[in-house]
């Protein structure tokens, strides 16, 4: 009893020193590196110690991040006469949520891309941090046998996977993400959309990277998965960039908010905003007012994937 007491007490520490981290901009400055270096020795020693518990979704730690995540410097990006960027520029904070909010078509997808070096930008550089770990599936890939069974392309058909740091049992862990029983034979090729986007989050964060790009991860999930799924991600003390079009999503989870905030004259502007999606609604009407903040379509016809 009294050991469970000094693990609750520890994780209610932890909690507390992740929510410092997530919420404040000045445990970045050189006074708070030790108070940064404590938390980060306590985050290492629980992962240590951690036991995973395959009811529900489980993002584990990945490598230790250093200072440098992600920088994006002065970015341009253009299809035919079409821009997505134009001078985009953020840095990704260390143990940070950043919701990634626009209509389809404007370049959050590519944005991804870009991130992985697959799509070259025209101008500017996106410099990676030496520690980062990168985990992202894309949602269009190709290559997917789709007669191979969810347990099948999850596995390998090895009893056990590894996820980051752990082995674990791999029907358990394909089970945590709402296949339970036969529904891990069903053949990918058969699934629904929602059943596809939990086989996406399955695959994406087996990688056990420190740095996960989730597009879209909540669409057709039902709310148990939903739950689990925010639960993890505040747990998490990596940082995660996800693409979504749920408010209420970004309202629980997100530290930051990467906005796309075109109009006809100016396509490819973008705005980098510290708080979560409903903060960030209150200060675009104070920057643009109530008809500039207002939700308008994109006028033009989606050529590209974006």
């Known amino acids: ?56 979704i489980n993002i584990p730690a990945g490598p230790r991040l250093g200072d440098v995540v992600l920088n994006a410097k002065d970015l341009h990006k253009s299809f035919g006469d079409r821009e997505l960027f134009d001078g985009l520029a953020f ?21 991804f891309r870009m991130i992985m070096g697959e799509e070259k930008s025209d ?15 894309d949602q269009g890939r190709g290559g997917i046998e789709d007669k191979l069974n969810v ?54 964060l087996k990688m056990g990277g420190n740095l996960l790009l989730l597009d879209e991860p909540t669409n057709d999930l039902d709310v148990e998965t939903l739950q689990s799924l925010e639960d993890a991600l505040l747990d998490f003390p990596g940082c995660a960039v996800v693409v979504s079009h749920d408010r209420w ?30 903060d960030y609604e209150i200060n675009k009407v104070e920057r643009l007012g109530e008809e500039a903040a207002r939700p308008h379509s994109v006028t033009y016809r989606k050529l590209t994937r974006d």
Request: charged content about 30%; cysteine-free.
């Open 1 to 56: 009893v009294v050991e469970g007491k000094k693990d609750a007490k520890r994780a209610k520490i932890l909690a507390k020193e992740l929510e410092w981290v997530r919420s404040n901009a000045k445990a970045r400055q050189v006074k708070n590196q030790a108070r940064l270096g404590r938390y980060e020795e306590m985050a290492a020693e629980a992962e240590r110690h951690r036991k995973l518990d395959f009811e529900e």
């Open 91 to 111: 840095d990704l904070p260390r143990a940070g949520i950043v919701g990634v909010v626009g209509p389809n078509g404007v370049g959050k997808s590519t944005l």
């Open 123 to 137: 101008e500017g550089s996106i410099e990676v941090g030496k520690t980062v770990k990168i985990s992202y599936v």
């Open 151 to 204: 347990w099948q392309l999850v596995s390998g058909e090895l009893d056990y996977i590894k996820v980051a740091n752990f082995e674990v049992p791999s029907r358990a862990y394909v089970a945590s993400f709402g296949f339970k029983g036969p529904d891990q034979q069903k053949p990918v090729g058969v699934l629904s959309g929602g059943e596809r986007n939990r086989l996406n989050l399955a695959l994406t």
């Open 249 to 278: 999503f970004l309202d629980r989870v997100a530290t930051h908010i990467l906005a796309w905030e075109g109009n006809a004259d100016n396509p490819a502007r973008w705005f980098w905003f510290e708080g979560n999606f409903a």
